[in-house]
């Protein structure tokens, strides 16, 4: 970013700092007082003046009420006016510059007293866009809302109080918060409380309870499935190694899309296509453009991709700015890939002659296009084969069918075939009801949800720096109980890099935060809780229940580190009863389980060699104890980590004469 640019986007800020303190002054409860008052007094004085030969009080109290309400329309009318042009901008922008205008709106929207601009400086204010973050002023317009009945308020200050951020640290508090927020219409509110009595955070484990909640977000999902297909959003862990992390695959590097750009230019059809896809729904970080995706999509089609012909079709039967809705042009492009035998061109032909788009209905012909594209594995038609069975659409009501197909699509990940199998366990419709499978499943499709886009804006926050605005954004996606959220929160505690939590907080946090995590199967949490325990962090030690954990890890996830750890705990009979013959088999375990276990392995295994050569040779027939004493004595109680570097020495020493 150049100089200018960052001064321009400086003085947005500043702008909307101006604007917001004026909204923060005005939500004060004896400013709120005072300005009603003056603003009576005004119209009294006002109305003084014009009442002179009026005698009739009904009149001039009628006259009144009339001003008072038409100030007042005038007044919402412009701050709602304010507010949908901010809501255009931001919809519009691609750049973060223009994006930062938008705020400019909703903060003189704000000003006004519009109660869904203050959401949105609030918002702005928790999770630091642009750099406004400000957790104290975001928690003073959060409480002036929910006063006014916001429920995104509402939800805010429940996860405020949950973590303690700005806020006192209160559960109970934050379960009002949330069953408030839930009551109000929160779709965050209702999946937080689904979690909660999934797992029993706070409140009494219930699967019921549970799959109530969920359900009502998963409805909300599917039907904005329904309309238009979800958008897969990148979950990056922060718990990778570094190396990695900068040239994450779930994120696409700009010097390799620069590069993409320029095969696909020099004619590379695969390319072409990968990046038509890539710019239709806005994945790998990249924007939503439909321009780029038709551009690129119909470079292929003329080089004969049967793909790039079918995603021209999807195009044009969606409709968007670049493809104007039209079945008969959808139809063409359908039909071209079709005759490819291309999965995707006979679903879209399937489609519409299941809707009647362009061509009349006919559930017949519907269903063998359908069933040629399932055949070929596309998920889509697998689905909507199911769902024909599961309505009886131009076909007789078969669940058994319903839940093949269903199953088959949900494999590959469609997310209203997940939807349609939570339904049937839930209800016991063609399957045995199973609560809790059903709760799992519309998880999985909750979590699709638009709030899922944070794990982007959190990514780029913590790779630009902005600690705090990641922390914050991964800790509310926690809260919703996305696992990949609950371990990169965690991680970023344990670094005791952010500033909006006490030092002494974070460990603890942290470690609640692994334990979410390893619950949901994330092997790395688990190794985790177990090395706290070990070290003390944010707990007391216990190297019994250290070794619990390094013990699930191996045993359930294979874990190489958990094998280490626990090796090296049966060596030196730490909160387990001491077995060498144990300790040298877990070693051994770790290292053919993972290459980057080998060097250490073969340290810790040349150490205990070693030791044992030394028992066998210098303790023979005297008092072990005694000896062991005197060690620990002479050299100190890291004697062992002394033997591995004098082995190390000595192995060096050898190379260097065998090759000098």
Known sequence: MTKSKIQIKQVSVNKVKQYLSNVLEQRKPINVISKKENL???????????QKGIQNKD????????????????????????????????????SQKQKAEAYIFFAKAADLG?????????????????????????????????????????????????????????????????????????????MILGYRYLSGINVLQNCEVALSHYKKVADYIADKLEKSEGIPVEKVRLTERPENLSSNSEILDWDIYQYYKFLAERGDVQIQVSLGQLHLIGRKGLDQDYYKALYYFLKAAKAGSANAMAFIGKMYLEGNAAAPQNNATAFKYFSMAASKGNAI????????????????????????YFQKAAEKGWPNAQFQLGFMYYSGSGVWKDYKLAFKYFYL???????????????????????????????????????????????????????????????????????????VAQSNSAFILESKKAKILEKEKMYPMALLLWNRAAIQGNAFARVKIGDYHYYGYGTKRDYQTAATHYSIAADKYHSAQAMFNLGYMYEHGLGITKDIHLARRLYDMAAQTSPDAHIPVFLALMKLETVHLLQDILFFNFTMRWKWTVLDNTIGPCWDLFVIGLIVAVLIFLLRNRYG
């Open 345 to 368: 061109g006979l679903h879209g032909l399937g489609l519409l002659y299941f809707y009647g788009k362009g061509v009349p209905v006919s559930y017949a012909e519907a269903l063998k």
């Open 409 to 483: 699509a949900s494999q590959s990940g469609q997310p209203l075939a997940i939807y349609y199998l939570a339904e049937m366990y839930a209800t016991g419709t063609g399957v045995l009801r199973s609560c809790r499978t059903a709760v799992e499943l519309y998880k999985g499709v909750c979590e699709l949800g638009h709030w899922a886009e944070k794990f982007l804006t959190a990514y780029f926050a913590y790779k630009n720096g902005d600690i705090d605005s990641s922390l914050v954004q991964y800790a509310l996606l926690a809260e919703m109980g996305y696992e």
């Open 114 to 190: 519009n109660l869904k601009a203050m959401e949105k400086m609030a918002d702005a204010l928790l999770f630091g866009n642009f750099g406004m973050q400000n957790i104290t002023a975001a928690i003073q317009l959060y409480e002036s809302l929910a006063k006014e009945g916001s429920y995104k308020a509402q939800n805010a200050l429940g996860f405020l109080s949950s973590y303690g951020i700005g806020m006192e640290y209160n559960q109970a508090k934050a379960l009002i918060y949330y069953t408030f927020g839930s009551a109000g219409g929160s779709m965050m509110s209702q």
């Open 59 to 94: 009149l001039w109290k009628r006259n009144k009420d009339h001003l008072e309400n038409q100030a007042k329309n005038n007044f919402t009318d412009e701050g709602d006016q304010l507010f949908k042009m901010g809501i255009k901008i931001l919809q519009q922008s691609k």
């Open 40 to 50: 009576l007094e005004n119209k009294k004085n006002h109305h003084k003046l014009r």
